[in-house]
């Protein structure tokens, strides 16, 4: 069989294994409809119908594919995500991943395909599902529209405050006791007026007063003389004068069970009273107005208290020492004037625990070291072995009970060895006396072998070869 070269071309030209490569102006409707006629009327006169019947199969087949590649890159774009892939038999396949052909068909990409505006973010970035506006915008007042049917006239006048619901009397003492409590350690009256002032007290302030004094009482002679201030500072800003006295009257009532706890609270009230009295937050008449109307013994007493305390402040003048200054608020001096009474009492007497106790109310632990200088002078001054062996047993008892600590101790001996040379001029024995002191303090264990070998000790020497029996002490 021969072909002409017209013939042979547009047989190769329909080869079924050259159909991947048709594009899609072999799918044109001229040559679907008028060029396979033309050709295929040319091709049947010299080929038989076997042969041209298989080449109709190709074709067709061709055609299929070529339709669906073309529907692939219409729908690019939109189902790229999904993977759609054309197999070898000219399926279709989902769930393949398949590389983008176009630049427009991103995964997820939500780009306006208008080919409108700029590319720039809505509403200048102040758009957006959480965005709040502009960075940096700032917010002017808002200006309200009265055409607005929600409009009300009324809101115009309206005066917002913050109301603070009145303090219940279950909650009084959980709230006021931390105030007081508190108070004793700072000892800022203004402080405690600005706390009671943003509570709304209520029926509940006249219990102020009695709240304060009953803490005092099972406190500190220093925190009595602080709540005695307390009541001067509040009365008259945060408390009027009516509150005292129905709150001093609380306290003669609840006296029989303030005795539970403070055997001692009737004397106490008592100076409580004369101090208000004397201090003018309580008028002078309150004591009087219970003369002939008071069963309770414990009421009475207070209130002789009171009266006996009144006639010896002269006539209710202010009483300002009544409680005394707590601690480290008093001067140098009266501190040191306290000790040596101490020091008195206790050599005359020899109740070490009186002593103790004295020393303890003094509230002074930081100014211990006095009291040990002043204990070691006074032995050195005395002329008997009774102060020696006293002060000696006094410092090993508050060694021993860690009243006095080793720091304390350590500076009292170093002041009195730093002044030894000065009380030497006085007392001629000094540095003798001084070293058999420090030598029993450390057998006692008072002072340790360091503090015990810093103590100055003098050296006696002939004054002349021939003046035997006169002695010079030199210290070294």
């Known amino acids: 069989m021969q072909f002409s070269n017209e013939d042979i071309f547009y047989i190769c030209y329909y080869n079924p294994t050259d159909a991947e490569d048709l594009s899609d102006s072999f799918l044109s409707g001229e040559e679907e409809n008028g060029g396979l006629a033309v050709h295929n009327k040319n091709i049947s006169n010299e080929i038989n119908s076997n042969w041209l019947s298989s080449t109709s199969n190709s074709i067709h087949e061709a055609r299929l594919k070529a339709k669906a590649k073309r529907r692939l890159r219409k729908n690019s774009s939109r189902d790229s995500g999904r993977g759609d892939s054309l197999s070898d038999n000219g399926d279709v396949s989902r769930g393949i991943s398949v590389a983008p052909t176009s630049p427009k068909s991103k995964l997820m990409d939500r780009k306006s395909r208008m080919r409108k505006g700029r590319g720039l973010p809505k509403k200048g970035g102040a758009g957006g599902k959480g965005v709040w506006g502009k960075t940096g915008e700032v917010y002017g ?49 203004n402080e405690v007026a600005e706390l009671l002032s943003e509570l709304n007290l209520g029926s509940m302030q006249s219990e102020v007063p009695s709240l304060a004094v009953s803490l005092a009482l099972e406190a500190k002679a220093s925190h009595r003389e602080l709540t005695s201030r307390l009541l001067v500072d509040l009365c008259g800003t945060v408390l009027s004068h009516s509150d005292m006295a129905t709150s001093f009257d609380k306290l003669l009532r609840d006296l029989p069970d303030l005795v539970l706890d403070t055997p001692g609270a009737p004397q106490l009230v008592g100076q409580f009273i004369a101090r208000a009295v ?48 707590g601690g480290g608020q008093r001067p140098v001096i009266q501190l040191i004037r306290e000790m040596n009474l101490l020091l008195n009492e206790y050599i005359l007497s020899g109740d070490s625990k009186e002593a103790e106790r004295c020393l303890r109310d003094l509230e002074v632990p930081h100014f211990h070291h006095e009291f040990v200088y002043e204990a070691i002078v006074m032995v050195l001054e005395s002329k008997g072995e009774k102060t020696f062996k006293k002060v000696l047993k006094l410092l090993s008892l508050f060694s021993a009970s860690s009243i006095i600590t080793v720091d304390q101790m350590k500076r009292g001996f170093e002041r009195v060895y730093m002044d030894i040379a000065e009380i030497n001029i006085d007392v001629p024995r000094a540095y003798f006396l001084l070293e ?12 340790g072998v360091k503090l015990r070998d810093q103590c100055p000790r003098c050296r006696k020497r002939f004054v002349s070869e021939g003046d035997v029996g006169v002695v010079k002490f030199d210290r070294y």
């Open 141 to 189: 007042p808002v200006v309200v529209d009265e055409k607005d049917p929600n409009y009300d006239e009324d809101q115009e006048n309206c005066v917002y405050e913050t109301v603070v619901p009145p303090l219940e009397e279950r909650d009084f003492e959980k709230t006021v006791t931390p105030i007081v409590l508190e108070y004793f350690e700072h000892g800022d009256t």
């Open 278 to 325: 004397s201090d003018q937050i309580l008028s002078k008449s309150y004591i009087d107005g219970y003369k002939g109307k008071v069963d309770c013994e414990y009421a009475r007493a207070a209130l002789d208290r009171a009266a006996v305390l009144l006639k010896m402040s002269l006539g209710g003048l202010r009483i300002d020492n009544h409680w005394g200054t």
């Open 436 to 447: 058999q002191f420090v030598e029993k303090s450390f057998s006692l264990g008072i002072i």
